[in-house]
Nanobody, 124 residues
Framework: QVQLVESGGGLVQAGDSLRLSCVASGGTFSSYAMGWFRQAPGKEREFVATISWSGNTIRYTDSAKGRFTISRDIAKNTVYLEMNSLKPEDTAVYYC?????????????????WGQGTQVTVSS
């Protein structure tokens, strides 16, 4: 079965950069869409970015555009989220998600598999 494991979170200062990793296993991912979501205390789970496994299609939420970059390494079955110019409002638990079929999407309920999350805390 598909498993997703995130890593790379931590405590950083505003303006710093951080790279999150999501290692996928247990599936054949050529037709998958991979996504990053985040959830802050008291907030709904929020879409951040998504990429087709092929890399042909990428989308970001408005707050991530120009600051975050999603990518994947096919050989390592790993998806990355490079976060630059971090702000305190980026503080959240970040989750990796995978969708087996269909086009990339920002809708959390459309994703089939989820990682356990990794905490990102940005201090001012």
């Amino acid at each position: 079965q598909v498993q997703l494991v995130e890593s790379g979170g931590g405590l950083v200062q505003a303006g710093d950069s951080l790279r999150l990793s999501c290692v996928a296993s247990g599936g054949t991912f050529s037709s998958y869409a991979m996504g990053w979501f985040r959830q802050a205390p008291g907030k709904e789970r929020e879409f951040v970015a998504t990429i087709s496994w092929s890399g042909n299609t990428i989308r970001y939420t408005d707050s991530a555009k120009g600051r975050f970059t999603i990518s994947r390494d096919i050989a390592k079955n790993t998806v990355y989220l490079e976060m630059n110019s971090l702000k305190p409002e980026d503080t959240a638990v970040y989750y990796c998600a995978a969708r087996r079929l269909g086009v990339i999407t920002f809708i959390a309920s459309a994703y089939d598999y989820w990682g356990q999350g990794t905490q990102v805390t940005v201090s001012s």
